[in-house]
């Protein structure tokens, strides 16, 4: 069953339920930031949630727009590759405690730039005063979304300004100052898991990144390891997002599902103090 969300218009705070697959439980997402409740609170929240359902509220679903993250994973050419390693395990953590206490924990050494990632601007910025990821205001990172369906863009071909008017024209849509926009190219449809996913994509040109900085967007992403054309030297769009310090999203996951619709998207940033970009959880949240 695919991950879906319901969201409740008469509650002031987001409270979010959603069955994950093959699981046949409801997990609580929210609540202020608690994200406790117990027996009687979740009856509340039940009857809550029908009599809004019943006042016709909003149903929602959360996708996932995330890859996953698995040792080796193709990156970017030229990145660090990808490890994980189990560093204890039940077994032998048991023998410390009592009562069948026990825990397991991996390692990770990753990237930055490895999976699915937003971009500081201090990545392609070289100039002192640019941000790193944990300077940068955190409501870049969550807003109104749309995604533009570029998916007959060839690899090593390049998505145009025509092209981004065309799609938005084809789905109804228009760009909003603000809005994040993300691209669906198909690459990782196509090609994850393999090679070919770090070079068979295509990327913006000048001017459909010029369009994203002329509707003043907060920031954008692909479904590929860059929005730059693999085969490009100059790289247009980084510079674009380096003159008008506009962050990106690369190796975004499931945009088919979201392609020629508008809806919240929000994918945050590990806190790394200096850090060059950042893993994040990519999430739509699309109402139905």
Same mark, same amino acid.
């Given at each position: ?21 093959? #699981?046949?439980?409801?997990? $609580?997402?929210?609540?202020? *930031?608690? =994200?406790?409740?117990? &027996?009687? !609170? ?117 998505? #145009?300004?025509?092209?981004? $008017?065309?799609?938005?024209? *084809?789905? =109804?849509?228009?760009? &909003?100052? !603000? ?110």
């Amino acid at each position: 069953m695919e991950t879906a969300a319901r969201l409740t218009s008469r509650h002031r705070r987001a409270n979010f339920y959603f069955q994950q697959a093959g #699981t046949g439980h409801e997990q $609580e997402v929210g609540d202020g *930031g608690e =994200g406790r409740f117990d &027996r009687a !609170g979740r009856q509340r929240e039940a009857d809550d949630a029908a009599t809004a359902r019943n006042r016709g509220s909003i149903m929602s679903k959360l996708v996932d727009l995330s890859q996953e993250i698995y040792q080796g994973m193709p990156v970017y050419m030229g990145h660090l590759k990808t490890a994980i390693w189990q560093t204890h395990t039940h077994e032998e953590t048991a023998t410390k405690f009592e009562g069948g206490m026990s825990y397991a924990c991996n390692a990770l050494v990753m990237s930055d730039h490895g999976p699915t990632h937003v971009d500081s601007i201090s990545h392609f910025d070289p100039r002192p005063d640019a941000p790193a990821v944990d300077q940068m205001a955190l409501d870049l990172f969550y807003g109104e979304s749309l995604c533009l369906d570029v998916s007959h863009i060839q690899p090593h071909a390049y998505i #145009t300004r025509q092209d981004v $008017e065309r799609a938005l024209a *084809g789905h =109804g849509l228009e760009i &909003r100052s !603000g809005d994040i926009v993300l691209f669906y190219t198909g690459t990782w449809d196509k090609y994850h898991d393999t090679l070919q996913y770090t070079t068979q994509y295509p990327g913006l040109d000048e001017g459909a990144a010029q369009l994203l900085a002329d509707k003043k967007v907060k920031n954008f992403g692909v479904d590929s390891p860059s929005p730059d054309n693999p085969i490009s030297k100059t790289y247009p769009t980084h510079m674009m997002s380096r003159r008008y310090r506009i962050p990106h999203y690369e190796n975004l996951a499931n945009l088919k599902q979201v392609a020629g619709k508008r809806f919240q998207f929000a994918a945050f940033p590990l806190k790394i103090r200096g850090g060059y970009g950042s893993p994040v959880r990519a999430v739509a949240i699309v109402d139905e």
